[in-house]
């Protein structure tokens, strides 16, 4: 009993145990370590947040119709001027002279409806490019919130397995209590216990400070490559 008790202890050797339980905390608390870079981000959020691209999207849909229905003006200005022209061709030369100021005054219509158009075209299209322009890259945004969720998943994971690892330290040390009764080899078996505990958190603890670093170093060069794009 006692030696299969041993191998049983032997198994879960290169196992780390965590006593802690705040390992989800230390590794969030990594990204509140650089205030900088999450102001850079909430900052940036903030900006899409108040572009309201909801509202930028249901008066593009507006100024397409608007678009569209220039586009047709346009055309039929063109197909009346080309039917006045042909028109004034037609006209005797001693008519020509009175048909022609009506012809120019239809000419300098439509020239100035063309600018109306061209201006409202303008104006639209400065009105999306003044909030645009200077918007932050979204995709890059949401890269950074991706990558965070998927650090804070792993890091959840983590904690699902040292919850588990502790559970079977746990089962371990009930293991000893009832082999100290049974066996002189009792006190063997603790020190062993004892010892293989230390190990266990000291490598639970690198591996923490490890994932910790990784995760800091990835996120401050994720905000610094949005803030410099």
């Given at each position: 009993?006692?030696?299969?008790?041993?191998?049983?202890?032997?198994?879960?050797?290169?196992?780390?145990?965590?006593?802690?339980?705040?390992?989800?905390?230390?590794?969030?608390?990594?990204?509140?370590?650089?205030?900088?870079?999450?102001?850079?981000?909430?900052?940036?959020?903030?900006?899409?947040?108040?572009?309201?691209?909801?509202?930028?999207?249901?008066?593009?849909?507006?100024?397409?119709?608007?678009?569209?229905?220039?586009?047709?003006?346009?055309?039929?200005g063109r197909k009346r001027l080309a039917e006045l022209t042909r028109e004034f061709k037609k006209v005797p030369d001693q008519e020509k002279?009175?048909?022609?100021?009506?012809?120019?005054?239809?000419?300098?219509?439509?020239?100035?409806?063309?600018?109306?158009?061209?201006?409202?075209?303008?104006?639209?299209?400065?009105?999306?490019?003044?909030?645009?322009?200077?918007?932050?890259?979204?995709?890059?945004?949401?890269?950074?919130?991706?990558?965070?969720?998927?650090?804070?998943?792993?890091?959840?994971?983590?904690?699902?397995?040292?919850?588990?690892?502790?559970?079977?330290?746990?089962?371990?040390?009930?293991?000893?209590?009832?082999?100290?009764?049974?066996?002189?080899?009792?006190?063997?078996?603790?020190?062993?216990?004892?010892?293989?505990?230390?190990?266990?958190?000291?490598?639970?603890?690198?591996?923490?400070?490890?994932?910790?670093?990784?995760?800091?170093?990835?996120?401050?060069?994720?905000?610094?490559?949005?803030?410099?794009?």
């Open positions: 009993m006692a030696d299969a008790s041993f191998d049983l202890l032997g198994e879960v050797a290169g196992i780390p145990v965590a006593q802690s339980t705040n390992i989800t905390n230390n590794a969030i608390d990594t990204v509140n370590g650089a205030p900088k870079e999450e102001d850079a981000f909430s900052a940036a959020v903030s900006v899409w947040r108040g572009i309201q691209l909801p509202v930028i999207q249901y008066d593009m849909d507006k100024q397409s119709i608007e678009l569209l229905e220039q586009q047709q003006q346009t055309s039929a002279m009175q048909q022609f100021k009506q012809l120019l005054k239809a000419y300098q219509a439509e020239i100035d409806a063309i600018t109306k158009r061209e201006k409202a075209t303008a104006q639209a299209f400065l009105s999306v490019y003044n909030v645009l322009g200077q918007a932050p890259d979204p995709a890059k945004l949401l890269q950074v919130a991706a990558d965070q969720t998927s650090q804070l998943d792993e890091i959840s994971t983590l904690e699902a397995e040292n919850l588990r690892l502790r559970e079977e330290n746990a089962s371990l040390n009930k293991q000893v209590t009832n082999l100290r009764s049974m066996s002189n080899n009792a006190t063997k078996l603790q020190q062993r216990l004892v010892r293989l505990e230390t190990k266990q958190e000291e490598t639970i603890q690198e591996r923490v400070r490890e994932k910790e670093q990784a995760f800091r170093e990835e996120w401050e060069e994720k905000i610094r490559t949005a803030k410099e794009t």
